[in-house]
């Protein structure tokens, strides 16, 4: 079956850049018709999706998010990336990757990674 895992540093300092890798295994992020996703979710909060790099290479970031937010990939490694530029504490969450089969629902996911943004 498909695995998805995070990996990145688990501190980032204010106003630095987030940076996330998802390693893929099991399945291609070019394969037609999926779409290689970021969700997080803050303490105490609930899932607040970030955006998406589809099987196209084509991109789409949540409006709130979109001006701090690219997604890239590498797919000779089948791996894509987050980054999240000017943090601040309230972007701490736990961070996921995920393969999204719509807009609404996601059959695959990574364990998630404990960031925190402090100082």
């Known amino acids: 079956q498909v695995q998805l895992q995070e990996s990145g540093p688990g501190l980032v300092k204010p106003s630095q850049t987030l940076s996330l890798t998802c390693t893929v295994s099991?399945?291609?992020?070019?394969?037609?018709?999926?779409?290689w996703s970021w969700i997080r979710q803050p303490p105490g909060k609930g899932l607040e999706w970030i955006g998406y790099i589809a099987y196209s290479g084509s991109t789409y970031y949540s409006p709130s998010l979109k001006s701090r937010t690219s997604i890239s990939r590498d797919t000779s490694k089948n791996q894509f990336t987050l980054q999240l530029s000017s943090v601040t504490p309230e972007d701490t969450a736990v961070y996921y990757c995920?393969?999204?089969?719509?807009?609404?629902?996601?059959?695959?996911w990574g364990q998630g990674t404990q960031v925190t943004v402090s100082s």
């Open positions: 995920a393969r999204a089969v719509s807009t609404v629902v996601a059959d695959y």
């Open positions: 099991g399945g291609s992020i070019t394969t037609n018709y999926y779409y």
